[in-house]
């Protein structure tokens, strides 16, 4: 593993963006620049050896390569748990990394969490199928939603719009925040082989943390805008089992149960959250048990 960069910042948010060799696209960095609410750090990490010019340039606070071997399959539940591990930031922020957003996104979430410390919060995801825009070329936000958006009525998800089956008609994987210590308690993501490839998400972490009687919500007011490029639905990649519409078995078996913990936790995400017992005893005695 080869940190580029770390930050020491002390944000609110923790932004946590994901590559596996596949971006050919770094727009999103654009719209975070005219973000009106600039208290966030971005964690860029890179599955493979991929070290582009390009992303050079760009602002990135804390940027890690884990430099695997092609022939090891990605895993996004790691790297949620390394972007974890390495926040500085009270709310963890787990998106899509390919994405146009609006200049209110990080500051909308900052605010929903100040309204309500005790959610996971969601963002649903705009699609937009028309291949015009590949490779991305800046359409505007009206052109986006005018000319290809697949999934938008009145100006809503359809998701959000018929709140029928939302397992399947939300987009669960666009946008998830929660607070970092509450990801901590559940033992962050779960690395059983069952999320290894395509099927994955942090959904899964959101339905441990409503076992921990933390509440999911859905804004209807502040989304992803994300443009097709090829594989843009993971096309020929590796699927774990699913329930044939593409979600996770895994993760549909914590909605019937009671289960925090994960199946299969990250050594580092465990002695964090030790830790950070340890530091907010009162009691001495656990203290010192916790001393490596």
């Known amino acids: 593993m080869k940190i580029v960069r770390k930050s020491n910042k002390k944000p609110k948010l923790s932004l946590i963006l994901l590559d596996w060799d596949c971006r050919e696209s770094y727009h999103i960095f654009d719209y975070l620049k005219e973000q009106i609410n600039h208290d966030f750090e971005v964690i860029w990490i890179e599955y493979y050896k991929k070290f582009p010019k390009e992303l050079q340039k760009k602002n990135i606070d804390t940027w890690i390569i884990l430099e695997f071997d092609k022939s090891?399959?990605?895993?996004?539940?790691?790297?949620?748990?390394?972007?974890?591990f390495y926040a500085n930031g009270e709310i963890v922020v787990i998106m899509d990394s390919d994405v146009m957003l609006k200049e209110t996104?990080?500051?909308?979430?900052?605010?929903?969490?100040?309204?309500?410390?005790?959610?996971?919060?969601?963002?649903?995801e705009f699609r937009n199928i028309n291949p015009?825009?590949?490779p991305f070329n800046y359409p505007t936000f009206e052109e986006f939603m005018d000319n290809g958006?697949?999934?938008?009525?009145?100006?809503?998800?359809?998701?959000?719009?018929?709140?029928v089956d939302p397992i399947h008609t939300l987009n669960w994987g666009a946008c998830f925040c929660a607070k970092r210590d509450d990801i901590?308690?559940?033992?962050?993501?779960?690395?059983?082989?069952?999320?290894?490839?395509?099927i994955c998400g942090p959904y899964e972490m959101s339905f441990r943390l409503r076992n921990l009687s933390k509440k999911i919500k859905w804004v209807d007011y502040e989304?992803?805008?994300?443009?097709?490029?090829?594989?843009?639905?993971?096309?020929?990649?590796?699927?774990?089992?699913h329930d044939g519409k593409n979600f996770s078995l895994k993760a549909l078996e914590l909605l019937?149960?009671?289960?925090?913990?994960?199946?299969?936790?990250?050594?580092?995400?465990?002695?964090l959250?030790?830790?950070?017992?340890?530091?907010?005893?009162?009691?001495?005695?656990?203290?010192?048990?916790c001393i490596k």
Request: include cysteine.
């Open 72 to 84: 090891f399959y990605y895993h996004k539940h790691l790297m949620y748990n390394i972007g974890t």
């Open 105 to 124: 996104f990080t500051d909308s979430i900052i605010k929903e969490f100040e309204k309500d410390e005790n959610i996971i919060l969601h963002l649903d």
């Open 132 to 134: 015009k825009y590949y």
């Open 149 to 163: 958006c697949k999934n938008c009525i009145k100006n809503l998800t359809k998701g959000l719009y018929y709140r």
């Open 184 to 198: 901590l308690a559940i033992g962050g993501a779960d690395e059983h082989i069952d999320y290894l490839g395509h």
């Open 223 to 241: 989304f992803l805008y994300h443009t097709w490029h090829p594989g843009t639905d993971g096309e020929d990649n590796y699927l774990g089992p």
């Open 256 to 271: 019937d149960s009671n289960r925090i913990q994960p199946y299969l936790i990250n050594k580092g995400i465990k002695e």
């Open 273 to 289: 959250d030790e830790n950070k017992l340890c530091l907010n005893s009162k009691n001495w005695k656990k203290e010192k048990l």
